[in-house]
């Protein structure tokens, strides 16, 4: 099956600094990719929407100055969560689909574990 | 507004006996519904989906999804469970009036011990 790749697994950081995250569709084409927030043990937030070529749709209580995504090729969607605070600190996972399977099958990166010092 | 609940945060099983994991639905118009793993520290992995058709839906791993739209729930069971089945489990329905993004439940831990 369809191939995302995220990095790095896990981040420490200090308070202040920047962290960029890559995802990564292996064996597909993807022009668009999702970005989702997950809390230990609790359902999965859809922060943005990451589309080739134009900017990203966040969603709605997500600050877009924050986390800046980037989506320059067809394969790679990177999320920058800038000036990162100990409230950051959380596991972020990427999505795709193949193109023609929309949201009926979404493949889903192996997620970032981000910690703020 | 779409959404789905799973009314367990925990479900313990024995290997080897049947388990359900529970979801109900809310939605207007017709649901898609789906069904994901997750293992510690892992990504998402797809298990089944229903879009339409037979109310039981066969999906990876030996697990299957009932559709009941009288009882707007899409329970996920298996027959026999297996220790390896131990996860997080996510059910999710597709948000139609919002470009089809998924919603997804809270989330289930199925803990099966031997």
């Known amino acids: 099956g369809a191939v995302v790749s995220q990095h790095p697994s896990r981040v420490i950081c200090k308070s202040g600094t920047s962290v960029k995250i890559e995802c990564r569709s292996l064996d597909f084409q993807a022009t668009t990719m999702f970005w989702y927030r997950q809390f230990p043990k609790k359902s999965l937030m859809l922060m943005a929407t990451?589309?080739?070529?134009?900017?990203?749709?966040?969603e709605q209580g997500v600050e877009k100055d924050k986390f800046l995504i980037n989506h320059a090729s067809l394969t790679l969607s990177t999320l920058t969560v800038t000036s990162a605070h100990p409230e950051d600190s959380s596991f972020y996972i990427c999505s795709a689909s193949p193109p023609g399977q929309g949201w009926e099958k979404l493949f889903f990166g192996s997620g970032t574990q981000l910690s703020v010092l | 507004a779409q959404s789905v609940a799973q009314p367990e945060d925990q479900v313990n099983v024995a290997e080897g006996n049947p388990l359900t994991v529970k979801c109900t639905y809310s939605?207007?118009?017709?649901?898609?519904l789906f069904w994901y793993v997750q293992y510690p520290n892992r990504g998402l992995q797809f298990l089944l989906k229903y879009i339409t058709g037979d109310n039981l839906v066969k999906g990876s791993y030996g697990f299957e999804a009932e559709f009941n739209k009288s009882q707007t729930s899409f329970h996920l069971k298996k027959p026999s469970a297996l220790v390896s089945d131990s996860a997080l489990y996510f059910c999710?329905?597709?948000?139609?009036?919002?470009?089809?993004?998924?919603?997804f439940g809270q989330g289930t831990e199925l803990s099966v011990k031997p």
């Open positions: 939605v207007s118009g017709n649901p898609y």
């Open positions: 999710a329905v597709r948000d139609n009036n919002q470009g089809g993004k998924l919603i």
């Open positions: 990451s589309n080739e070529g134009s900017k990203a749709t966040y």
